[in-house]
């Protein structure tokens, strides 16, 4: 009886979720990326419809050679033209300009960034949403820095890195958020829009970028702990020159903003 | 102000006042304790920065949460979706 009680009750809460006017676009750029285009939308597809959001899911694919796009429209056969949006590129343009392109095309009033190649768990997508309305806030920024959030997959160098560059990054910017670098976030359509007008960086530096001029802004960001599961299939496309990358840009925002 | 003048004038704010006890550049004839302490003030403090960045830093690699539960999870859940998206008809 419990059981029918809670599945009731959350049949209602996912009804009240569908008729509350709030639509959430998520995008996801992909490069190369066809065994985990599938998985992640299944499991977007699951969360989104056990919490009754509605939602899109925009696959900006920049003519990756392994056929991700083929597969992206299988899926959409599968779900529906309505759940999956395809807006290919005809080339590799980058992950900055792949989320302004998917943005023009968003018709949410809202909008999740995410990597599609599963590093980013759809789970915590309900976690993200409620953690916005509790304060409004403009941005909510996932984070493996704080509270449950945590990485998979790390060796000790990897994690030294990673905490050394943050705490540079917190001494000398002291951005009021504890992930700079993490691209798993929800952002107010119209705050994204105003930030990516701002942003001038590419690549790694965008993501840090972003949190800095929306603390600059005034804007108010929120945090939810995410696990980060390093990628299972596919390769990294960055990497290499990360660290000198990185430094570049901290001290360029150190310099400018 | 960007973030680099923020620094450039803390750190010119505690120089001056460093150097006003010092050298006693006001000639307020402090005693000659404050400029005993005074005199090194600024290697201390790199010091001890240093050794807060440290055990910061060293603290919270020991710390970093190993999300082993939540990679188990993962494939299990990509077992399931592969079936699941199989049944749907979709060629990997
Ligand atoms: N459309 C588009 N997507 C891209 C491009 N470069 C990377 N991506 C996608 O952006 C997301 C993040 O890229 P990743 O290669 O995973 O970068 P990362 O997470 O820093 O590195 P690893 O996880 O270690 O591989 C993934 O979904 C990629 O498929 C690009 O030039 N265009
Ligand atoms: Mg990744």
């Known amino acids: 009886l419990q059981e029918i009680h809670v599945a009731m009750a959350s049949r209602k809460t996912s009804h009240q979720n569908r008729v509350n006017g709030d639509k959430y676009s998520v995008l996801l750029p992909t490069y190369n990326e066809r065994e985990n285009l599938p998985l992640i939308v299944w499991l977007l597809v699951k969360y989104f419809g056990e919490s009754g959001f509605n939602y899109e899911i925009i696959v900006i694919d920049d003519g990756s050679p392994d056929g991700t796009l083929d597969v992206a429209e299988q899926l959409q056969k599968i779900y529906g033209e309505d759940k999956i949006l395809l807006r290919p590129r005809a080339k590799k343009l980058g992950l900055g300009t792949a989320y302004i392109h998917g943005m023009k095309h968003a018709t949410g009033n809202f909008i999740f960034i995410m990597d599609a190649d599963l590093s980013h768990h759809p789970k915590f997508i309900p976690e993200f949403i409620e953690k916005q309305k509790e304060g409004d806030y403009d941005l909510v920024s996932g984070t493996r820095y704080q509270g449950n959030g945590g990485v998979y997959g790390w060796d000790l160098r990897r994690k030294l890195i990673s905490r050394g560059a943050n705490f540079l990054t917190q001494v000398l910017l002291r951005p009021g958020a504890s992930d700079l670098t993490g691209s798993f976030r929800l952002y107010k359509k119209k705050v994204l829009e105003s930030l990516v007008e701002q942003c001038v960086s590419k690549g790694y530096v965008f993501q840090m970028e972003m949190i800095v001029r929306a603390r600059q802004l005034n804007y108010t960001v929120g945090e939810v702990p995410i696990s980060f599961v390093d990628r299972v299939y596919g390769e990294s496309k960055l990497g290499g020159n990360e660290i000198v990358s990185f430094v570049k840009g901290l001290l360029t925002l150190f310099a400018t903003t | ?92």
């Open chain 2, 1 to 92: 102000m960007t973030k680099l003048l923020e620094w450039l004038f803390g750190v010119s704010l505690v120089g001056a006042v460093w150097a006003l006890v010092t050298f006693d550049l006001l000639d307020l004839s402090l005693p000659q304790t404050y400029r005993e302490v005074a005199w090194p003030m600024p290697l201390y403090l790199l010091v001890s920065f240093g050794c807060y960045s440290l055990a910061t830093v060293g603290y919270r690699v020991a710390t970093f949460n190993d999300c082993d539960e939540a990679a188990k999870e993962l494939q299990e859940q990509i077992k399931e979706a592969k079936e699941d998206l199989r049944k749907k008809g979709l060629k990997m």
